[in-house]
């Protein structure tokens, strides 16, 4: 057990999200990379061994460059040297990690005009990102978070075009300064068309690395995008077998995994939803499950997804 509710990070602080880095991975140090942990009332901590002893661990509270006690941290990920976090009341926050990391020294924490807060045009204080990831290298990096929000003077998410490399200033080079903007070419009366708010209420979003990208919400709500977010259309998702209609689902998460150079997207939900795709969601096929199997409105919701495979070596059974 990791545990991290002592001292500065205190109990009721409930870690939210967790990423990895591989970066930086510096020769005879022994660094293997760096963790990250986010959580309620802006809590951050991160260790270049994961180890569980919380020693090992830099627990940062000092995030008054955009969080506090009402800006709970959601979510995590990692682009390059940059560490990117999202959560509550509009803040999208980042740092840089020099290669040279050690633990007991704090990041430094991000707000310029590159990241979005309450004056922000785009924003306000209900904005609520829930979900963030990054995918891609170099020029063709792209950050995506998505937000659950019911007001229609909103958009549900914000990319950038990030050349996020060490040595760059922090945040990356964001479309010739633009910093956060809402996505282009988003379908007719879905996210980025304020004609009906419920629509922006996204929960996941994820990639494959390779300029494929998925979004999910509520509704029955799936895009996927196969150009790094240039566009986006809707996906047609199968009924849940016992009936429920796909469109009747809230999706909670989506997953991409290759497995023996098989692409596979997975998308779960609400009473048991489970489907899977291998050709970048033009085709989806349901699974049913326990869960799903034991009917609708019985709260055995799938709240995350992982997928693994194992490998048959010659030989083994």
């Known amino acids: 057990t990791l545990d991290l509710d002592g001292g500065d990070w205190d109990t009721g602080k409930a870690p ?12 005879g140090t022994g660094k293997s990379g760096i963790w990250a942990i986010v959580g309620r009332s802006g809590r951050v901590a991160y260790s270049s061994t994961g180890s569980a002893a919380e020693a090992d661990w830099e627990i940062d509270t000092a995030t008054d460059a955009g969080f506090a006690g009402n800006r709970h941290i959601e979510a995590v990920a990692f682009s390059g040297s940059h560490i990117f976090v999202a959560g509550s009341r509009t803040r999208i926050v980042s740092a840089s990690i020099p ?3 050690a633990h007991g020294t704090n990041l430094n924490w991000d707000t310029t005009e590159k ?6 045009s785009n924003g306000n204080s209900q904005f609520g990102w829930s979900r963030i990831a990054a995918g891609g290298t170099g020029a063709n990096t792209r950050i ?7 007001r229609d003077t909103n958009f549900p998410m914000f990319a950038t075009g990030s050349n996020a ?3 760059d200033p922090c945040c990356g080079d964001y479309s010739s300064g633009r910093g956060w ?8 009366g879905t996210f980025g068309d304020n004609t009906n708010a419920t629509k922006r209420k996204m929960n996941d979003v994820h990639t494959d690395g390779n300029g494929n990208w998925m979004i999910a919400g509520t509704d029955g709500v799936a895009y996927r995008s196969t150009d790094n977010g240039a566009t986006w259309s809707a996906m047609t998702l199968p009924n849940n077998d016992n009936g429920q209609a796909a469109g009747d689902c809230t999706f909670n998460c989506i997953y991409f995994a290759d497995i023996d150079g098989t692409a596979t997207w997975a998308i779960g939900g609400e009473d048991g939803y489970l489907a899977t795709s291998t050709d970048i969601g033009a085709n989806w096929t349901f699974r049913g499950n326990p869960w799903s199997e034991a009917g609708t409105g019985v709260n055995y919701h ?3 997804l992982a997928l693994n ?3 048959r070596h010659p030989g083994v059974t």
Not at 115 to 120: G, I, K, M
């Open 181 to 188: 903007q809402d996505i282009h070419g988003a379908p007719a």
């Open 309 to 311: 495979y194992v490998k």
């Open 165 to 167: 490399v060490e040595g």
């Open 115 to 120: 990241a979005l807060d309450e004056n922000d």
């Open 99 to 101: 290669s040279d990391w």
């Open 302 to 304: 799938i709240f995350g």
């Open 16 to 27: 939210n999200d967790v990423a990895y880095s591989s970066f930086p991975s510096v020769a």
């Open 144 to 150: 995506f978070t998505v937000a659950n929000s019911n």
